[in-house]
């Protein structure tokens, strides 16, 4: 099998998503996709896709589904705590602690959450050998428009 034949095996909704937990390209499984803990790299430096595949807004998704995500723990970990602590949980306690919490998780998130929200983009959007090529040749979004199948 060529090494363009072994890029276009579509991974499984797993596999992207274990990758990008592991802050790898969800795609092709390369690592080093971080300039620094909240800048992303323009480019896989392995197999060559966009990290924002071409599109000037994707990052909102990312946003939002940092915020989601941290809003989610967060919340398990709340009712589990007035849970524990039932019949007088320490409500000024939980105030400014989760508050506390929703800003750190946020920051820590972050860089999850970009490399999950390309895992779920692929999965919906299976990445093709046109659109790779497109990134590969340096597609910019000024140049010419990222091909849609």
């Not at 990008?20 to 969800?26: E, F, K, N, T, Y």
């Not at 995500?69 to 306690?93: M, Q, S």
């Amino acid at each position: 099998m060529t090494e363009d034949a072994a890029e276009f095996i579509q991974p499984s909704t797993s596999l992207l998503v274990r990758r990008a937990l592991q802050l790898r390209c969800p795609h092709c499984g390369g690592r080093n996709l971080f300039a620094s803990f909240f800048e992303m790299k323009d480019r896989c430096p392995r197999c060559g896709i966009r990290l924002e595949r071409g599109e000037s807004d994707y990052f909102v998704g990312a946003y939002l589904f940092n915020l989601m995500a941290v809003e989610l723990i967060l919340f398990v970990c709340v009712c589990g705590f007035v849970y524990l602590t039932w019949p007088d949980p320490p409500w000024d306690l939980i105030t400014y602690v989760t508050a506390f919490l929703m800003l750190g998780g946020c920051l820590l998130c972050y860089p999850f959450a970009k490399t999950t929200w390309l895992a779920v983009d692929l999965a919906i959007r299976p990445l093709t050998a046109v659109e790779l090529a497109w990134h590969r040749e340096g597609g910019e979004m000024g140049d010419r428009e990222l091909p849609h199948i």
